[in-house]
């Protein structure tokens, strides 16, 4: 586990292809949610059928998550914004459009 401007990341699934990998992410956000967040970033298939990176929130209901969706969101690009950099400079990370949802909106099991 690294800390990167206050972003704990946390190799969850090494590969030696990024796109395979997957990070456990937790970070305190004291100004939006003033909670700790605790999302997994990595690539999903979208309903679209487009892959993208994304944050998947872990530690709230479903019903919480989708009431402050917004914050969640807003939360998670500062996180972004915080670990993008060290990501391209040690993985290799081409900076993409990124998707944030909640765990039960996934279609595959996520720990």
């Not at 914004?81 to 060290?86: A, L, N, P, R």
Request: hydrophobic residues 40%; contains cysteine.
């Amino acid at each position: 586990m690294i800390v990167i401007n206050g972003v704990r990341i946390k190799e969850k699934v090494e590969s030696n292809v990024f796109e395979e990998m997957v990070f456990d992410i937790s970070y305190r956000d004291r100004e939006i949610l003033n909670k700790k967040v605790y999302a997994e970033f990595r690539i999903c298939n979208g309903l679209n059928g487009i892959t993208t990176w994304t944050y998947i929130v872990k530690n709230v209901p479903l019903k919480e998550f989708t009431l402050y969706k917004h914050e969640y969101g807003e939360v998670l690009r500062r996180v972004h914004e915080k670990i993008y950099q060290y990501l391209m400079r040690v993985y290799g990370y081409k900076p993409a459009p990124i998707r944030i949802t909640h765990i039960d909106n996934i279609a595959f099991p996520v720990n």
